[in-house]
T-cell receptor, first 115, second 114 residues
Framework: DAGVIQSPRHEVTEMGQEVTLRCKPI?????LFWYRQTMMRGLELLIY????????DSGMPEDRFSAKMPNASFSTLKIQPSEPRDSAVYFC?????????????FGEGSRLTVL | KQEVTQIPAALSVPEGENLVLNCSFT??????LQWFRQDPGKGLTSLLL?????REQTSGRLNASLDKSSGRSTLYIAASQPGDSATYLC?????????????FGKGTMLLVSP
């Protein structure tokens, strides 16, 4: 099993540019989560999907952030336009087993730096 | 709102020591609790998952216990090694208005010196 795969691993961009982060969950997992990690705030849940449907996006900071899951094996998190305060590590995770009882597996993260 | 606290925030021990990391949560109506390890610049690696009906789980030198009624979990690491140096996070899963929520603590940064 390849685990949760994220790309790119590192992204450096300038303020105002569009950023797209990608995630491939573990095959067979039907829940996918996007988290953001910073030193100040720790891990924050941005959005999660169950069976490709967005369930809770209350953590998405503002309208500049959007996420899609067009099929069971792919999700994107887009920031447009990006700002320096968006600099963080963005993690994707997928859930094995039940939505409430399953085990969460994380990708290696995408480190975003907005200049 | 669920709050998860991990104590201590940082811990430094010599190799070979047994140690305990603590995790407490405010809402005991949880489905499960999961312990993770995070190495610098890496993602989170799942260590142990304890369902709400369980009291403990063991994997190698790691043992995690759960006391749901008191809102506490401990991660016991036996015979610590320098390779155990990492940040350890706990997370609790509960239901909130039909949503599955996972709340993380801020972690304990462990350093095991040779």
């Amino acid at each position: 099993d390849a685990g949760v795969i994220q790309s790119p691993r590192h992204e450096v961009t300038e303020m105002g540019q569009e950023v797209t982060l990608r995630c491939k969950p573990i095959s067979g997992h039907n829940s996918l989560f996007w988290y953001r990690q910073t030193m100040m705030r720790g891990l924050e849940l941005l959005i999660y999907f169950n069976n490709n449907v967005p369930i809770d996006d209350s953590g998405m900071p503002e309208d500049r952030f959007s996420a899609k899951m067009p099929n069971a094996s792919f999700s994107t998190l887009k920031i447009q336009p990006s700002e320096p305060r968006d600099s963080a590590v963005y993690f994707c995770a997928s859930n094995g087993g039940g939505l409430f009882t399953g085990e969460l597996f994380f990708g290696e993260g995408s480190r975003l730096t907005v200049l | 709102k669920q709050e998860v606290t991990q104590i201590p925030a940082a811990l430094s021990v010599p190799e070979g020591e047994n140690l305990v990391l603590n995790c407490s949560f405010t809402d005991s109506a949880i489905y499960n609790l999961q312990w993770f390890r995070q190495d610098p610049g890496k993602g989170l690696t799942s260590l142990l998952l304890i369902q709400s009906s369980q009291r403990e789980q063991t994997s190698g030198r790691l043992n995690a216990s759960l006391d749901k009624s008191s809102g506490r979990s401990t991660l016991y690491i036996a015979a610590s090694q320098p390779g155990d140096s990492a940040t350890y996070l706990c997370a609790v899963r509960r239901e909130d208005s039909g949503y599955s929520t996972l709340t993380f603590g801020k972690g304990t940064m462990l350093l095991v010196s040779p």
